[in-house]
Structure formats: structure tokens, C-alpha cells
């Protein structure tokens, strides 16, 4: 046996090149000579050094999505949806300073903005941000940022996000969306007037429920730094193969957006005329609360997500999730099969039954993440769930 060195000398040569990104998990790039470092570390060559710092699947995953996003500086790919919201607050505020957030943000973030940032010393407040006046009466003079979510989870309701980005501009604050609802399909937030866009990747970008990962970036070179070197430090690094997964799930968004769009659109008018259903909730239907803002702020999009409530409280939403078997209830969004969430048990349970009521969230409240299923095998699949509720009046 011919024995070498630990170290292979690389891929084959081949004339021709892979029309697929490599997955590359090395976690550490040998340099030719420390002169060669320097250049590296100086900006004058490109390359890597090591894993956590940055690898070639992050970035290309975080250039596709710059491109989505129209981003005007870099993004960078961090390890999941909430890194992505922590590399925002704790990279950018100091001890000392106040942030606004959305009264109806994800579940985590609300938690940051509850217990995580007062810990810190940052302070905070919950405003409505479909009301830009209630986002203005909440600034003070250290306060940093307003992070919003252009379609709210579970009641979906639209952000008044271009009269919150005038507040933003007036007061000398930073705007913050989240864009992981709506995706740069419905809304560029870097258009109107976001200072840093931020998703969370496992949703509709990755789409199929098998990766954890975050994105975020800045319209400031210094901010999209300042994030960059918290992430790094503390971290929050993707793995290659999430971001090769990630790249390949983006490759199909468009069509899965789409597609999961229009039975979106059809579920929710199906529901709405169903006896057991008191109330339908999807951006483009008429009786839409923020109809004529979401036309707007969506260009026409609808986005993905449908809710709707049930006459009859917990007993009926036992009885239709098991009668909707075949529809996953649990708590992801954005992927190829639809999902159900039902708020009271799960996202919202830490909420009094009378806050989930001031959301207009009752027993009877589901929130629909639509698939690419069949739109007709997906309404009998609900219609199930249906006549086992009715089964038990
Ligand atoms: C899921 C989600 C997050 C958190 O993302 P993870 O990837 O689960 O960490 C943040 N914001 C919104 C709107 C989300 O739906």
C-alpha cells in the first residue's frame, strides 16, 4: 500500500464545470503563503479561512437572496429565523437603547422583546403597526429601531409598513422587517424604506420543511457590518449543507409561491361559505379587514397563508383537526405540504383566553400554511374536517 498524507489533493481536473453549486464543508481553506493571508484578510484577494467566519454554500445561498430582496449591500445566512432576528437587536442596539416591535410579531421575537432585551437593559414597547400614529407615539429619543411584520401571524392583518417607514425616516430610527410571511414575491420592504430586511429561510424560500435557516441585510454598509461580526462571534453560522439544500429549495420558489397562492385563494372562498365557518381571513377577499391596503403594500398578492374560525370553540377544533387528518397539524409554515396551526394550544397559548379574544382569536381559530397539493384533494381533505365538526353538533 502506497500511504500519503491526510490531505487529498483536491477534485479531479475536468474541462467542464458542475451546473450544480458544490457542497463544500470543509470547515477550514489552506492559504499558499502568510503574504497570500494578508491579501485575503486585507481585501485584496478573495477567499475563506474558516467555517464559522464564512463558506462558499453560504454565500451563494445569501447572493440569490440579496437578489431577490434587491438588497443594497450583502446579506449574510445565519443558522435559523430567530439568529437572523437576534443578529438585528443584539447586533445593532447597545444597552440603553429602546425598540419598537409589531404588537403581533412571531412568537420568539415577541419573547425577545418581553424578557431577552429587558434583561439586557434595552428597552421595549409592543405598538400596532397597522396604525403608523401608534408606532409614532411610541418613539422616544434612544429609540434604535421598529421591527414589523408586513402580514401579522395568525389574524394576518396588514402593516401600515410606508407610514411607519416615514415615521422611521422623521425620527431618525432604524426600520426592521421581517419579510419571512410575505416573501420578496408580494413585497421588496428595501423599497419602501426598509434600513434591514430579515427572513426566516426555512419557510417559503427553503420550502420543504427540512432546513433551519435565517437571512438578513442592511441598506447601511456599517449596519450590514455590525451584523456580520455579531453573527460571526456569537456564532450563528449555517452548515454547508443547509445552505446547498436552502439553494436547491430556492430554485422552485416562484412556481411554489405561486401555485400554493392561488389555492390559497381558493380554500379561503370555499371556507367562507361553509355554515360551520364564522369568519374567513385571506388578504385579497373582500371582506378583508386591510383589503384596500394589502392591494397596495401586495401588489395583489395574497400570499399563502388562510385563517379562518370555527363555530363551537376547542370541542369543534378537536373534532376538525382529526377529521382533517391528512392536513399535518403542526407548527411550521411555507413548505410543499400545507399545515395547520391552531393559535390558542400552541403559538399562543402563554396569552389569557381574553388577550387571544382582543386578537379575535378564539378556540374555534386555525391559521392555514397552504401546499402544492391537489386544490381539489385539499378541499375535500378540509370538507372532512368540516363534516366531522358537524358530526358533533
Ligand atoms: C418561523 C419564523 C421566524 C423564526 O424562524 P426560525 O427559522 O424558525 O428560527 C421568524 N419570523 C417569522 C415571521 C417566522 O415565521
Given at each position: 500500500?502506497?500511504?500519503?498524507?491526510?490531505?487529498?489533493?483536491?477534485?479531479?481536473?475536468?474541462?467542464?464545470?458542475?451546473?450544480?453549486?458544490?457542497?463544500?464543508?470543509?470547515?477550514?481553506?489552506?492559504?499558499?503563503?502568510?503574504?497570500?493571508?494578508?491579501?485575503?484578510?486585507?481585501?485584496?484577494?478573495?477567499?475563506?479561512?474558516?467555517?464559522?467566519?464564512?463558506?462558499?454554500?453560504?454565500?451563494?445561498?445569501?447572493?440569490?437572496?440579496?437578489?431577490?430582496?434587491?438588497?443594497?449591500?450583502?446579506?449574510?445566512?445565519?443558522?435559523?429565523?430567530?439568529?437572523?432576528?437576534?443578529?438585528?437587536?443584539?447586533?445593532?442596539?447597545?444597552?440603553?437603547?429602546?425598540?419598537?416591535?409589531?404588537?403581533?410579531?412571531?412568537?420568539?421575537?415577541?419573547?425577545?422583546?418581553?424578557?431577552?432585551?429587558?434583561?439586557?437593559?434595552?428597552?421595549?414597547?409592543?405598538?400596532?403597526?397597522t396604525d403608523a400614529?401608534?408606532?409614532?407615539?411610541?418613539?422616544?429619543?434612544?429609540?434604535?429601531?421598529?421591527?414589523?411584520?408586513?402580514?401579522?401571524?395568525?389574524?394576518?392583518?396588514?402593516?401600515?409598513?410606508?407610514?411607519?417607514?416615514?415615521?422611521?425616516?422623521?425620527?431618525?430610527?432604524?426600520?426592521?422587517?421581517?419579510?419571512?410571511?410575505?416573501?420578496?414575491?408580494?413585497?421588496?420592504?428595501?423599497?419602501?424604506?426598509?434600513?434591514?430586511?430579515?427572513?426566516?429561510?426555512?419557510?417559503?424560500?427553503?420550502?420543504?420543511?427540512?432546513?433551519?435557516?435565517?437571512?438578513?441585510?442592511?441598506?447601511?454598509?456599517?449596519?450590514?457590518?455590525?451584523?456580520?461580526?455579531?453573527?460571526?462571534?456569537?456564532?450563528?453560522?449555517?452548515?454547508?449543507?443547509?445552505?446547498?439544500?436552502?439553494?436547491?429549495?430556492?430554485?422552485?420558489?416562484?412556481?411554489?409561491?405561486?401555485?400554493?397562492?392561488?389555492?390559497?385563494?381558493?380554500?379561503?372562498?370555499?371556507?367562507?361559505?361553509?355554515?360551520?365557518?364564522?369568519?374567513?381571513?385571506?388578504?385579497?377577499?373582500?371582506?378583508?379587514?386591510?383589503?384596500?391596503?394589502?392591494?397596495?403594500?401586495?401588489?395583489?398578492?395574497g400570499c399563502n397563508?388562510?385563517?379562518?374560525?370555527?363555530?363551537?370553540?376547542?370541542?369543534?377544533?378537536?373534532?376538525?383537526?382529526?377529521?382533517?387528518?391528512?392536513?399535518?397539524?403542526?407548527?411550521?409554515?411555507?413548505?410543499?405540504?400545507?399545515?395547520?396551526?391552531?393559535?390558542?394550544?400552541?403559538?399562543?397559548?402563554?396569552?389569557?383566553?381574553?388577550?387571544?379574544?382582543?386578537?379575535?382569536?378564539?378556540?374555534?381559530?386555525?391559521?392555514?400554511?397552504?401546499?402544492?397539493?391537489?386544490?381539489?384533494?385539499?378541499?375535500?381533505?378540509?370538507?372532512?374536517?368540516?363534516?366531522?365538526?358537524?358530526?358533533?353538533?
Open positions: 500500500m502506497k500511504r500519503t498524507l491526510m490531505r487529498p489533493g483536491g477534485m479531479p481536473d475536468s474541462a467542464s464545470a458542475p451546473v450544480v453549486t458544490p457542497l463544500m464543508p470543509s470547515v477550514a481553506y489552506a492559504s499558499d503563503t502568510p503574504d497570500r493571508l494578508d491579501d485575503q484578510y486585507e481585501g485584496r484577494a478573495a477567499g475563506y479561512t474558516y467555517a464559522r467566519e464564512g463558506h462558499p454554500n453560504a454565500d451563494v445561498l445569501a447572493r440569490r437572496i440579496d437578489a431577490m430582496e434587491g438588497a443594497p449591500h450583502p446579506g449574510v445566512v445565519v443558522g435559523s429565523g430567530m439568529a437572523a432576528v437576534t443578529a438585528v437587536l443584539l447586533g445593532l442596539c447597545k444597552t440603553g437603547d429602546h425598540v419598537i416591535g409589531g404588537d403581533q410579531l412571531y412568537g420568539r421575537s415577541l419573547r425577545m422583546m418581553r424578557e431577552d432585551l429587558p434583561r439586557l437593559g434595552i428597552a421595549t414597547s409592543l405598538a400596532d403597526p400614529a401608534a408606532i409614532a407615539a411610541a418613539v422616544r429619543p434612544n429609540t434604535r429601531l421598529v421591527l414589523i411584520e408586513v402580514v401579522s401571524n395568525p389574524t394576518l392583518r396588514i402593516a401600515d409598513i410606508d407610514g411607519i417607514a416615514q415615521v422611521c425616516r422623521d425620527r431618525d430610527v432604524l426600520l426592521v422587517v421581517d419579510n419571512t410571511f410575505t416573501t420578496p414575491r408580494a413585497i421588496q420592504p428595501f423599497e419602501h424604506g426598509a434600513d434591514v430586511v430579515l427572513h426566516s429561510v426555512t419557510k417559503l424560500l427553503a420550502g420543504h420543511a427540512d432546513v433551519t435557516l435565517g437571512w438578513v441585510a442592511a441598506r447601511q454598509a456599517e449596519q450590514a457590518k455590525m451584523m456580520y461580526d455579531f453573527a460571526v462571534t456569537t456564532g450563528m453560522t449555517a452548515s454547508p449543507f443547509d445552505c446547498w439544500l436552502a439553494e436547491r429549495g430556492l430554485m422552485s420558489f416562484e412556481l411554489r409561491f405561486d401555485r400554493a397562492e392561488a389555492t390559497a385563494a381558493r380554500l379561503a372562498d370555499h371556507l367562507a361559505g361553509q355554515p360551520l365557518v364564522k369568519r374567513v381571513l385571506f388578504p385579497t377577499r373582500p371582506d378583508h379587514p386591510d383589503r384596500a391596503r394589502a392591494q397596495g403594500v401586495l401588489q395583489g398578492h397563508m388562510v385563517s379562518f374560525e370555527l363555530e363551537g370553540g376547542r370541542a369543534a377544533a378537536n373534532a376538525f383537526t382529526q377529521g382533517a387528518h391528512q392536513i399535518a397539524f403542526a407548527p411550521t409554515l411555507g413548505d410543499v405540504g400545507t399545515t395547520l396551526s391552531h393559535p390558542a394550544s400552541s403559538s399562543h397559548r402563554a396569552l389569557t383566553a381574553q388577550s387571544r379574544a382582543a386578537l379575535g382569536m378564539s378556540e374555534g381559530f386555525f391559521r392555514v400554511s397552504v401546499g402544492l397539493e391537489d386544490p381539489e384533494a385539499l378541499i375535500a381533505a378540509f370538507d372532512a374536517g368540516l363534516a366531522a365538526v358537524a358530526a358533533t353538533k
